[in-house]
């Protein structure tokens, strides 16, 4: 994690990145994570976690289907979470 301060006040909201492996239909790439969490009490965080990848990256095609709109190369991954301390 890059950017991720030692401590938060409840109510802050941070912005750090965080790289990890990704796997699609057995083909794993690393990804980089921008994710803005806030600190909602002592024991919860909530928050949003993005990043792009390309279909072709992971052997993805797009699919040629008449009247189809146009599907881009680059996908926004948008992960929303919740952590609670046990």
């Known amino acids: 994690m890059i950017g991720l301060p030692k401590s938060v006040n409840i109510g802050d909201t941070v912005t750090f ?10 083909v794993t790439n690393a990804v980089t994570f921008t994710v803005e969490a806030t600190a909602v009490s002592p024991t919860q965080l ?16 797009i699919p040629s289907v008449p009247n189809v709109a146009n599907v ?5 991954l948008i ?7 046990s």
């Open 17 to 26: 990145t965080i790289t990890g492996d990704l796997t699609i239909r057995d």
């Open 46 to 61: 909530t928050g949003t976690a993005t990043a792009a990848v390309s279909r072709g990256d992971y052997g993805l095609q």
């Open 72 to 76: 881009e190369e680059e996908v926004e």
């Open 79 to 85: 992960i929303e979470f919740v952590a609670n301390a």
